[in-house]
């Protein structure tokens, strides 16, 4: 067990709906990155929280958007949901000394 | 171009077998790289990470070449419970450690 729990597990959306997704990083972490991966590709980043700020973005549109709280957690945000939204989202996180980033469980979304 | 390229496969090998995949980066300024390993609607797990020239761990051996821009992973003597998606990993441009750059990832059965 990585200590980095996502919830749901999975979760079935209509398109056009909002969708939030929740990670709790392992303690002692304060860094905490979104992937989105599809079926048989490797996951691409969305983007990266640290200290509570974005850190970054991958290419993703701005109805993707986050959230960091003081005690580290993060949600991942998507509005207007699209079918090819539909995927296993991945949550990260790493502190700046460490050299692994540890994954959750992942959610996966199906958008119908 | 992607950040990191690899080969699909899928590479299926009788047990016992020696099996190598590789794969290509475009940032010539990173330092460290990593194979995850995914096994089926799981998330990725790290297998092993790659600093210098290379990094051996019992059966699995990582190797880096710098001028050519290619990471490669050997496993000998193949494990039935090998089989898995192998994930290349280079990290992101200048970035706190959990921005990943990931390959589509190279899918492994090994058959008894």
């Known amino acids: 067990e990585t200590g980095v729990t996502q919830s749901p597990t999975h979760l079935i959306k209509t398109r056009g709906q909002q969708v939030t997704l929740r990670c709790s990083s392992q303690s002692g972490h304060n860094t905490v990155s979104w992937y989105q991966q599809a079926l048989g590709q490797g996951p691409q980043f969305i983007f990266q929280y640290y200290r509570e700020e974005e850190n970054g973005r991958g290419n993703f549109p701005p109805r993707f958007s986050g959230l960091q709280f003081p005690n580290y957690s993060s949600e991942l945000n998507v509005n207007a949901l699209e079918l090819d939204d539909s995927a296993l989202y991945l949550c990260?996180?790493?502190?700046?000394?460490?050299?692994?980033?540890?994954f959750g469980q992942g959610t996966r979304l199906t958008v119908v | 171009r992607k950040e990191v390229e690899q080969d699909p496969g899928p590479f299926n090998v009788p047990e016992g077998a020696t099996v190598a995949f590789n794969c290509t980066y475009s940032?010539?300024?990173?330092?460290?790289f990593f194979w995850y390993r995914q096994d089926c609607r799981k998330e990725p797990k790290l297998l092993m990470s790659?600093?210098?020239s290379g990094n051996e761990d019992g059966r699995f051996t990582a190797q880096l070449n710098r001028a050519s821009q290619y990471i490669s992973l050997l496993i000998r003597d193949s494990k039935l419970s090998d089989s898995a998606t192998y994930l290349c990993v280079a990290p992101g441009r200048g970035s706190t450690l959990g921005r990943l750059y990931f390959g589509r990832g190279t899918q492994l059965t090994v058959w008894p």
């Open positions: 940032n010539s300024a990173s330092q460290s």
């Open positions: 990260a996180s790493s502190s700046q000394k460490d050299t692994e980033a540890f």
């Open positions: 790659v600093y210098s």
